[in-house]
C-alpha cells in the first residue's frame, strides 16, 4: 500500500474514532436555551393567564410577555459533540451540570423547588400591582417549611402564623432569624402562633383568626463551618389576604423570574387603557412585595426568544442589563428597571412614542 494512501487511512480512522469517542463519551455539561414566552395579558393553553373575579377590569391590548428558558434535565448527558455545537451556537448556552443541579439535586427536587419560587413570585407579583394601585392587602409572617429531623417538626407547621418570638411581635420574616439567634444552641425559644388550621378557617369566614398558642423549642446548632448559630429548623415567610381573587394561570413554568410582568399584567387589567400602547414588550425579573426588581439568570437567552417572537422592547433589571447588552439581539431595546414603577413609567414613554429618555441598557 503506498505511503499516502497508508497515512490517509490511518488519518481517517482516527478521525472516526475522535467522532465516535465525542460521540459516546459523556461530558459533565447541561444546556440552556430559549424557552416559550406567554403574553401576560393573552390566553394561554385556552383560557386566559390573568384571572381577576370581584373587581372591575379593563380589557388590554399589546404584549406584556413573560419569558423562559428551557434546560436539559438533571439525568440527561451530554457528549462532546453536542458540548461543542452548543458551545458555537448562538441560541444556547452550555454549562457545567453542577451550576443547573448541585449538589447531586435531582430533577424531583429542582422542579419542586421551581414550583415553589414560581408560586412566591406569583403572590409578590399580586401585592407588588395592588401596592402601586394603592389597594390594601392585610399581610403576615408565616412558617413556610419545616424542616425534616429538625427542633420545630411535630411543634410548628406550614401555614403556621407566627405573631410573636419570645413576646417581641414580629413583623416581617427576617425579624424570626434575628430573635432565634439572639439565644445559643441548646436554650429555649417561645414561639406565639396562630395555628394553619384556625388561619385557615378565619380566611374562609372573612374574619381575622384570634386564638394563639405558645410553642416552646429547643435550639440546635446549625451546620455552618465557621459560625455555630441558634436554630429552629424553619424557614419564615410572607402569606397575605386579597381583596378580590386574582388567579394565574399558567402551567409548566417554574422559577420566580416572571414576577415583574405577571405584576405589569395585573396593573393592566385594573386599570383603563393599554401600557405598552399596543406594542410588542417583553420582560423578566424577580418582584418582591414591595416593587423591587431582582436579577434572574440566562437573560441572553431571554432576549433571544424574545426578539424571535416580535419583541420590540425588553424591560431587564438593572443588574442584568451588562450582561444583556453584550450581545443585544437587532431590532430590540433593552430598557433598565430597577422597581416596577420605573417599568410603568417607562411603558408610559413607549405608548406615547417618547423613547428618547428611555434608561436604556449600556
Same mark, same amino acid.
Given at each position: 500500500m503506498p505511503r499516502r494512501t497508508a497515512t490517509m487511512l490511518a488519518s481517517t480512522l482516527v478521525l472516526i474514532a475522535l467522532l465516535c469517542a465525542g460521540v459516546f463519551i459523556p461530558v459533565p455539561y447541561a444546556e440552556m436555551s430559549p424557552g416559550p414566552t406567554v403574553n401576560t395579558l393573552g390566553d394561554h393553553a385556552g383560557e386566559p393567564v390573568l384571572q381577576i373575579s370581584g373587581r372591575k377590569t379593563y380589557a /388590554?391590548?399589546?404584549? %406584556?410577555?413573560?419569558? #423562559?428558558?428551557?434546560? #436539559?434535565?438533571?439525568?440527561?448527558?451530554?457528549? %462532546?459533540?453536542?458540548?461543542?455545537?452548543?458551545? %458555537?451556537?448562538?441560541?444556547?448556552?452550555?454549562?457545567?451540570?453542577? !451550576?443547573?443541579? =448541585?449538589?447531586?439535586?435531582?430533577?424531583?427536587? &429542582? !422542579?419542586?423547588?421551581?414550583?415553589?419560587?414560581?408560586?412566591?413570585?406569583?403572590? &409578590? /407579583?399580586?401585592?407588588?400591582? %395592588?401596592?402601586?394601585?394603592? @389597594? =390594601?392587602?392585610?399581610?403576615?409572617? @408565616?412558617?413556610? #417549611?419545616?424542616?425534616?429531623?429538625?427542633? &420545630?417538626?411535630?411543634?410548628?407547621?406550614?401555614?403556621?402564623?407566627?405573631?410573636?418570638?419570645?413576646?417581641?411581635?414580629?413583623?416581617?420574616?427576617?425579624?424570626? /432569624?434575628? +430573635?432565634?439567634?439572639?439565644?445559643? =444552641?441548646g436554650q429555649k425559644v417561645v414561639f406565639t402562633v396562630v395555628p394553619a388550621k384556625e388561619q385557615a378557617a378565619a380566611e374562609k369566614a372573612h374574619k381575622t383568626a384570634t386564638r394563639t398558642k405558645n410553642v416552646t423549642i429547643t435550639t440546635a446548632t446549625s451546620d455552618d463551618e465557621n459560625e455555630k448559630r441558634a436554630i429552629v429548623g424553619i424557614s419564615a415567610g410572607t402569606d397575605? !389576604?386579597?381583596?378580590? #381573587?386574582?388567579? @394565574?394561570?399558567?402551567?409548566?413554568?417554574?422559577?420566580?423570574? /416572571?414576577? +415583574?410582568?405577571?405584576? +405589569?399584567?395585573?396593573?393592566?387589567?385594573l386599570t383603563p387603557g393599554d401600557l405598552t400602547g399596543g406594542k410588542f414588550v417583553a420582560g423578566t425579573g424577580t418582584i418582591d412585595d414591595d416593587g423591587k426588581v431582582g436579577p434572574i439568570g440566562g437573560i441572553a437567552l431571554k432576549t433571544v426568544g424574545a426578539r424571535d417572537k416580535g419583541a420590540q422592547y425588553f424591560l431587564t433589571p438593572a443588574d442584568n442589563c451588562s450582561a444583556a447588552a453584550k450581545d443585544t439581539p437587532g431590532g430590540l431595546t433593552l430598557v433598565k428597571v430597577n422597581t416596577i414603577n420605573d417599568a410603568l413609567k417607562a411603558l408610559k414613554d413607549i405608548r406615547g412614542g417618547d423613547t428618547a429618555d428611555l434608561p436604556k441598557c449600556d
Amino acid at each position: 500500500m503506498p505511503r499516502r494512501t497508508a497515512t490517509m487511512l490511518a488519518s481517517t480512522l482516527v478521525l472516526i474514532a475522535l467522532l465516535c469517542a465525542g460521540v459516546f463519551i459523556p461530558v459533565p455539561y447541561a444546556e440552556m436555551s430559549p424557552g416559550p414566552t406567554v403574553n401576560t395579558l393573552g390566553d394561554h393553553a385556552g383560557e386566559p393567564v390573568l384571572q381577576i373575579s370581584g373587581r372591575k377590569t379593563y380589557a /388590554a391590548s399589546g404584549h %406584556l410577555n413573560m419569558t #423562559t428558558v428551557r434546560v #436539559t434535565s438533571a439525568d440527561y448527558r451530554m457528549n %462532546l459533540v453536542e458540548a461543542f455545537y452548543g458551545w %458555537l451556537a448562538h441560541d444556547s448556552k452550555v454549562v457545567p451540570h453542577d !451550576t443547573l443541579y =448541585p449538589n447531586g439535586k435531582t430533577e424531583e427536587q &429542582s !422542579t419542586q423547588e421551581n414550583a415553589e419560587e414560581f408560586s412566591q413570585s406569583q403572590e &409578590s /407579583a399580586k401585592v407588588a400591582a %395592588l401596592k402601586e394601585l394603592k @389597594i =390594601p392587602v392585610r399581610s403576615w409572617v @408565616i412558617v413556610s #417549611t419545616v424542616v425534616k429531623g429538625s427542633p &420545630s417538626e411535630g411543634r410548628l407547621h406550614a401555614g403556621d402564623v407566627i405573631k410573636a418570638v419570645d413576646g417581641t411581635a414580629v413583623k416581617q420574616p427576617a425579624d424570626v /432569624a434575628d +430573635l432565634v439567634t439572639k439565644h445559643k =444552641p441548646g436554650q429555649k425559644v417561645v414561639f406565639t402562633v396562630v395555628p394553619a388550621k384556625e388561619q385557615a378557617a378565619a380566611e374562609k369566614a372573612h374574619k381575622t383568626a384570634t386564638r394563639t398558642k405558645n410553642v416552646t423549642i429547643t435550639t440546635a446548632t446549625s451546620d455552618d463551618e465557621n459560625e455555630k448559630r441558634a436554630i429552629v429548623g424553619i424557614s419564615a415567610g410572607t402569606d397575605h !389576604t386579597f381583596p378580590f #381573587t386574582i388567579d @394565574i394561570k399558567l402551567a409548566d413554568v417554574g422559577g420566580p423570574s /416572571a414576577g +415583574l410582568m405577571f405584576a +405589569l399584567g395585573i396593573y393592566d387589567k385594573l386599570t383603563p387603557g393599554d401600557l405598552t400602547g399596543g406594542k410588542f414588550v417583553a420582560g423578566t425579573g424577580t418582584i418582591d412585595d414591595d416593587g423591587k426588581v431582582g436579577p434572574i439568570g440566562g437573560i441572553a437567552l431571554k432576549t433571544v426568544g424574545a426578539r424571535d417572537k416580535g419583541a420590540q422592547y425588553f424591560l431587564t433589571p438593572a443588574d442584568n442589563c451588562s450582561a444583556a447588552a453584550k450581545d443585544t439581539p437587532g431590532g430590540l431595546t433593552l430598557v433598565k428597571v430597577n422597581t416596577i414603577n420605573d417599568a410603568l413609567k417607562a411603558l408610559k414613554d413607549i405608548r406615547g412614542g417618547d423613547t428618547a429618555d428611555l434608561p436604556k441598557c449600556d
